[in-house]
């Protein structure tokens, strides 16, 4: 069993950055895709990002540069770094865990996930 526990939401400015953190136990997460969703009351939840377990296996959803996902697999965490923050960015983030780390992390369906951060992102 993985457990993920997500944490650094909070107030953000249009602009400005925000930096996620989500801390995972229970297994050695070094085989693992690792992912970020988001979702907005009353919209669906929406993949942001995921990494496999590869080196250069990152992937966005908008990959204009703005979003840097991140893991230390000494640590067991993965980061999120949104940097130019919009408007529609502030959201509930999840962190999510698969052990299917070599597949095509945009494409699994993940099957761990976090609560999401005890104090959201807003603006």
């Known amino acids: 069993q993985v457990q993920l526990v997500e944490s650094g939401g909070g107030l953000v400015q249009p602009g400005g950055s925000l930096r996620l953190s989500c801390a995972a136990s229970?297994?050695?997460?070094?085989?693992?895709?690792m992912a970020w969703f988001r979702q907005v009351p009353g919209k669906e939840r929406e993949w942001v990002s995921c990494?496999?377990?590869?080196?250069?296996?990152a992937n966005y959803a908008d990959p204009g540069g703005r979003f840097t996902i991140s893991r230390d697999n000494v640590k067991n965490t993965v980061t999120l770094q949104v940097n130019s923050l919009k408007p529609e960015d502030p959201a509930l983030y999840y962190c999510?865990?698969?052990?299917?780390?070599?597949?095509?992390?945009?494409?699994?369906?993940?099957?761990?996930w976090g609560q999401g951060p005890q104090v959201p992102v807003s603006s």
């Open positions: 229970g297994r050695d997460l070094d085989y693992y895709a």
């Open positions: 990494i496999g377990s590869s080196e250069g296996s």
């Open positions: 999510a865990a698969d052990r299917r780390g070599g597949s095509y992390c945009p494409m699994i369906e993940y099957q761990y």
